[in-house]
Structures are given as structure tokens and as C-alpha cells.
């Protein structure tokens, strides 16, 4: 199993610009979450989803959009990056049977 | 409303010392799970332990140890004979019933062991 995979790894954005960053799990997880995480701050919840098509919103949702169509893939969407953005990206997931969350590798995003 | 404070923001101890982080958490549930994560210099999240409100009884995995007390709403984590490899950032975090659902987060305790 690769267990939860993040592309890309890097991305730098200009302003303004828009983006996807993929998430994908192979455990057959229900939860999934988008989180991001800044210097001194922790991990921010931004968007979740407990299944397919159900998504909704965490502490940090503004600037970013989520939709889940497959129980696999859970992507993040910046609909206008602006340098509040740029941060390190973390896709998690769960199964109903063990509660933890299983984290990517991660993106680390920089908006110019 | 959910909460959890780790008010230790760097800690530096010189090899085979033992260590004690702290987190403190707030939540009105009475159905919760506690966790602790670790987060090397490069950069992924290891999950180490996950613990119910229920279940109040310590843990011990090797050098690792976890003190959970509902009364002072505490779940601590200790290293015994700290090594250079546990340099990290270490996040506890709680999260409702609902499995997998809403993760709070403390701000971590960056753990640095001097050889």
C-alpha cells in the first residue's frame, strides 16, 4: 500500500493564480482532511469530508475548495492564491475501524 | 469548544536525560481520543498513540511512555533516555466521537536532543 500520496511536492504560485493539490488514499478510507500548517501555529483543519460527496468545512475554509467524488481522491482547491496561502499542505485519512489519521508527505506551497 | 495547549514551545535536553511533554486540552465531550504525533526534520507526520477518554490506564511502548489524567485533563508524553534520533516537533491532538472527524491540534513542542 502506498497509503496517502500528495502531488506536488513543491509548488510555487504567483498571485492571483489558481491550483489542485491531489490527495489520494489506498486504504479504503471514509475520512478524509485537508490541513495546513504554519510556523508556530500547529495543524489548521481547512476542509474534511466523511465520504464520498459529503464534505465540509473546518477552521481555516476561505480561499479553498474541496469535492470528493471517489473514495480515493480528495483534492484541494485554490481558487486565488494569495501569500496568506503559502504553507505546507496535509492530506490525512481514517477508517472507521482505528480513529488516528494518516498523514501525506505533504506540499509545500509558496505564493509570490 | 475544543482546545489543546502545549505550552512548551522548544525544549532541549542533552542525550540520555529523560523528557516530559505536556499537553492539556480542553473539550466538553465526554467521548473523546487523544493522540500524539511525531514530526522529524523531514517533514512527515508519524502517528504514536491514540488514546480513548475512557480508557484512562498509562501506556508504555519502549522508551516511550504516555500519562493520561482525566482529572487535571492532562495526557503527557515522556521520553525515557533521550536519543539524538528523537529530535522533532511533537503534536498532541484530540479529536470528538465521531472517528476521524475534526482533529485539534496544539502548536507542538520541538524537542531537541544534544549528543
Known amino acids: 500500500n502506498a497509503g496517502v500520496t500528495q502531488t506536488p511536492k513543491f509548488q510555487v504560485l504567483k498571485t492571483g493564480q489558481s491550483m489542485t493539490l491531489q490527495c489520494a488514499q489506498d486504504?479504503?478510507?471514509?475520512?478524509m482532511s485537508w490541513y495546513r500548517q504554519d510556523p508556530g501555529m500547529g495543524l489548521r483543519l481547512i476542509h474534511y469530508?466523511?465520504?464520498?460527496?459529503?464534505?465540509d468545512q473546518g477552521e481555516v475554509p476561505n480561499g479553498y475548495n474541496v469535492s470528493r467524488s471517489t473514495t480515493e481522491d480528495f483534492p484541494l482547491r485554490l481558487l486565488s492564491a494569495a501569500p496568506s496561502q503559502t504553507s505546507v499542505y496535509f492530506c490525512?485519512?481514517?477508517?472507521?475501524?482505528?480513529?488516528?489519521?494518516?498523514f501525506g508527505p505533504g506540499t509545500r506551497l509558496t505564493v509570490t | 469548544a475544543q482546545k489543546v495547549t502545549q505550552a512548551q514551545t522548544e525544549i532541549s535536553v542533552v542525550e540520555k536525560e529523560d523528557v516530559t511533554l505536556d499537553c492539556v486540552y480542553e473539550?466538553?465531550?465526554?467521548?473523546?481520543?487523544l493522540f500524539w504525533y511525531k514530526q522529524p526534520p523531514s517533514g512527515e507526520l508519524v502517528f504514536l498513540i491514540r488514546?480513548?477518554?475512557?480508557?484512562?490506564q498509562n501506556e508504555i511502548s519502549g522508551r516511550y511512555s504516555w500519562n493520561f489524567q482525566k482529572s487535571t485533563s492532562s495526557f503527557n508524553f515522556t521520553i525515557t533516555a533521550s536519543q539524538v534520533v528523537d529530535s522533532a516537533v511533537y503534536f498532541c491532538?484530540?479529536?470528538?466521537?465521531?472517528?476521524?472527524?475534526?482533529?485539534?491540534f496544539g502548536t507542538g513542542t520541538s524537542l531537541t536532543v544534544i549528543p
Open positions: 488514546r480513548n477518554s475512557f480508557d484512562e
Open positions: 486504504m479504503n478510507h471514509e475520512y
Open positions: 491532538a484530540l479529536s470528538e466521537a465521531f472517528p476521524g472527524n475534526q482533529f485539534y
Open positions: 469530508s466523511v465520504g464520498a460527496g459529503i464534505t
Open positions: 490525512a485519512s481514517s477508517g472507521t475501524e482505528a480513529y488516528e489519521q494518516y
Open positions: 473539550t466538553r465531550d465526554t467521548t473523546y481520543y
